[in-house]
């Protein structure tokens, strides 16, 4: 039987776990990036991503996650490189603002994900790095941690390659329909992934970018204290922390500690803008160090990404057929919480691209909606 010809565009996280699934799959794929896979502006490329199966009330994703993180260890054992820590995952709530939280538990009980409810008290004895005065409760999953994420676009490349798939360089652009082009040629194969991750948008105005926005976020890493080990992964999890619009990462080797503060709707120009620290973020994080993390007051900042996260109104991903062109699938939208679940996702995209099954309704271009916080998997 002909082995069936696949292109898969974009070599993120997305791109990387569909190609080689497809591969195993028994396809002849080749993966095309404009730049080399692991480059800087792509949003797969920070140090280090966290993995949780907190999703609110969404039983989906805290499913995906959960046999994401089975194969994340599968995928540690069978390469020997160091993908995941299991720093567990502290999510913080806050007085009178806990119904994502509160969703979170009773999903977690009805999927049987192991978890810990901690007072203030608790949390100020088991990980006494935070600062919990007006947190009402948190959750802790033990079982959650952090990706190396660099490493595991490149391991994944890596397999991907030591399997057969090919990697190339190339930019592909879409003609006024759509239709995918390299080298000013239109894109000839059984199959062709659209895996480009926030520049989805721009290469297809018509099916993408209605519903889609792009948001940039800066992430600063702080120096741990020195001579103490206090905020380094081994005594320290990572966190969520929706009343201050926050998420974070211990130091994981010696990355230093990794606080996120997210101010809504920062734009960024994802082909031109110089990935530096914006003085508005770097204000934003020292205030709240100031107010959680008081032991890392005064320590400088060692380190910084500028990246992107490419939105869906309901923040579902989007793996879907092209309207006009049927052999060409969308696999992306990462609503900022893509990486964690690449093993799953990846696998999921590469048996649709296949047509061994149809895709799932939440992941269709049609139909989407804003979801309240309370609803929506990501608590935005
Ligand atoms: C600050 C931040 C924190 C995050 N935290 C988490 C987290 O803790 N946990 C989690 O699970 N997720 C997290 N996410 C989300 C996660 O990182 C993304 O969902 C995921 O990395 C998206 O991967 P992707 O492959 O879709 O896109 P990308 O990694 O951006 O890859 C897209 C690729 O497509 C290529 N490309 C683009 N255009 C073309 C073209 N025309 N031709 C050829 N190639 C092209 C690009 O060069 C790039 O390599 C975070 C994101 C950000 C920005």
Request: aromatic share 8%; net charge neutral; with cysteine.
């Amino acid at each position: 039987m002909m082995k069936a010809k696949v292109f898969v565009v974009g070599g993120g996280i997305a791109g990387a776990m569909t190609a080689l699934h497809l591969q195993r799959r028994g396809a002849q794929v080749t993966l095309i990036d404009r730049w080399e896979p692991g480059h800087a502006r792509a949003a797969s490329s920070d140090y280090n991503r966290v993995i949780r199966a907190i999703s609110g009330r969404d039983e989906f994703y805290t499913r995906w996650a959960r046999e994401s993180r089975a194969r994340w260890l599968e995928l540690q054992a069978e390469t020997g490189q160091n993908l995941m820590y299991e720093c567990g995952a502290l999510i913080l709530a806050t007085q009178g603002h806990c119904d994502w939280e509160d969703a979170t538990s009773e999903t977690f009980d009805r999927v049987g994900v192991p978890y810990y409810r901690f007072t203030p008290d608790d949390v100020r004895a088991r990980f006494p790095q935070f600062k919990v005065d007006e947190i009402q409760y948190a959750l802790f999953e033990p079982e959650a941690g952090l990706l190396m994420a660099h490493r595991c676009v490149i391991t994944t490349i890596d397999l991907f390659r030591r399997e057969g798939g090919i990697v190339k360089r190339g930019t592909v652009t879409t003609d006024t329909s759509e239709r995918p082009m390299l080298n000013g040629k239109h894109l000839e194969a059984d199959v062709i992934v659209i895996a480009t991750g926030a520049w989805m948008a721009e290469m297809f105005p018509r099916s993408i970018a209605p519903i889609s926005a792009i948001m940039g976020i800066n992430v600063l890493y702080t120096s741990t204290p020195d001579g103490s080990d206090q905020f380094d992964m081994e005594n320290m999890p990572c966190w969520i922390d929706h009343g201050q619009g926050s998420f974070g990462i211990p130091s994981s080797e010696g990355s230093g500690v990794k606080a996120a503060v997210v101010i809504p709707n920062t734009p960024i120009d994802i082909n031109n803008d110089e990935r530096l620290i914006e003085k508005q973020s770097l204000n934003k994080t020292r205030q709240y160090i100031l107010h959680r993390l008081p032991g890392l007051i005064g320590e400088r900042v060692v380190d910084s990404k500028f990246n992107q996260v490419i939105l869906t109104p309901d923040t579902h991903f989007i793996v879907d057929w092209h309207p006009q062109h049927d052999n060409v699938l969308f696999a992306g939208g990462c609503s900022g919480h893509l990486f964690k679940h690449g093993p799953v996702f990846g696998d999921f995209v590469a048996g649709v691209a296949m047509r061994d099954y149809g895709t799932a309704d939440r992941f269709k271009i049609a139909g989407r909606r804003k979801l309240s916080p309370k609803e929506s998997p990501s608590g935005r």
